[in-house]
């Protein structure tokens, strides 16, 4: 039997779905639109940087929208947008270290809520300095921890 027969078989008998390119382009757009909202929700991101982002995605939206993006600039954006999240990621882990070192310095435990105490222990006593201080570059880990000492 001929091997593109047997795979018109498989394909029939299985009903593997075909995507369509027109399908692809509404799912990227989609994908899109979705970033646009997160990215602009977010204020932890300079405004030059997201600027730029915002700016690649409406394009890359238009594009998807009127008939497709081509895997270079997807493959382009992709990389951009891991790089945007991981910056942001870091930013988060950089804020909640700063708050847990302030919480620790100007408050005590019983002064806290039950939530805050149970996080404030995991801090001290769990790994959780440990393990949110090491999500950090070792320049801004030793300022938080200067800045702590200081304190």
Known sequence: MDNNLECD?????????????????LALWKELTQRRFLLQSDATT?????????????????????????RDDWENHELNWTAYCAGARRRVMRSLAQALIDCE??????????????????????????????????????????AARRN
């Open 46 to 70: 300079p405004n030059e940087e997201k600027r730029r982002l915002l700016v690649e995605i409406v394009d890359l939206s238009r594009r998807a929208r009127d008939g497709g993006v081509p």
């Open 105 to 146: 310095v100007h408050y005590e435990p019983a002064g806290l809520n039950h939530e805050m105490r149970k996080i404030l222990y995991w801090w001290q006593c769990e790994g959780g300095r440990e393990e949110l201080l090491g999500e950090l570059p070792i320049e801004e880990r030793h300022a938080l921890e200067a």
């Open 9 to 25: 078989h498989f394909v029939r008998e299985k009903r593997i779905p075909v995507v369509k390119r027109q399908e692809k382009n």
